[in-house]
């Protein structure tokens, strides 16, 4: 069954981009290569630091609508809370 991957990217400029993926090697790639998002073109490279996983797509975009609506502060704490 596939899986699907939040995540918490830092950019280049030390700015977090959130997003979601099947294929979490292969979307830090195309953020890299510049076939991400606009976002984060002016902002590369990026690293994702935190990822999450769910079973279907729905639960990914619903958490990753979430965090996206969050501070800045509060994504850094979740990251910091990873084991």
Do not use: V
């Not at 510049?34 to 935190?50: H, M, Q």
Request: proline share 2%; hydrophobic share 30%.
């Amino acid at each position: 069954m596939k899986k699907y991957y939040i995540y918490l990217a830092r950019c280049n400029d030390q700015t977090l981009y959130t997003g979601y993926t099947s294929n979490l090697i292969q979307r830090e790639a195309k953020h890299n290569a510049g076939e991400g998002a606009k976002y984060t073109r002016a902002r590369r490279p990026i690293r994702i630091i935190y990822s999450e996983k769910f079973n279907t797509i729905s639960e990914a975009m619903i958490r990753e609508c979430q965090i996206k609506s969050w501070t800045k502060l509060k994504k850094e704490k979740l990251i910091k809370k990873q084991p």
